[in-house]
């Protein structure tokens, strides 16, 4: 059972923006680095975006850079994934994650928990 939670997928056309949203009521997110992560049909699970536990630093991968906005609010236990100007290639189930690694966030096997996660959708 999944102990995150994404919420805020659906289908907006290219150029379009979509929020989601991750949240637990069984983990304190605060105490972990948090990370996205996606996945398109035939493909590999890429990485998408992080952020260091107190939201002090981010990192992004190079297809969403300058696109998307990764943050969160530890008061409310919720991370947030903002995608501006998406693009039909950015169609994929997106997935947040947990880690206590900061400096492997881009590597998948390094998280310990993950959300069942949320389907976007970018078409005309």
């Known amino acids: 059972q999944a102990m995150l939670v994404e919420s805020g997928g659906g289908t907006v056309q290219p150029g379009g923006s979509l929020k989601l949203s991750c949240s637990s009521s069984e983990v304190t997110l605060s105490a972990y680095e948090m990370g996205w992560f996606r996945q398109a049909p035939g493909k590999e699970r890429q990485f998408v975006a992080g952020?260091?536990?107190?939201?002090?630093?981010?990192v992004y991968g190079a297809s969403v850079k300058d696109r998307f906005i990764v943050s969160r609010d530890n008061t409310k236990n919720m991370v947030y994934l903002q995608m501006n100007r998406l693009k039909p290639e950015d169609t994929a189930v997106y997935y947040c994650?947990?880690?206590?690694?900061?400096?492997?966030?881009?590597?998948?096997?390094?998280?310990?928990?993950w959300g069942q996660g949320t389907q976007v959708t970018v078409s005309s």
């Open positions: 994650a947990a880690s206590k690694v900061w400096r492997l966030i881009r590597f998948q096997d390094r998280y310990e928990l």
């Open positions: 952020i260091t536990d107190a939201g002090g630093s981010t």
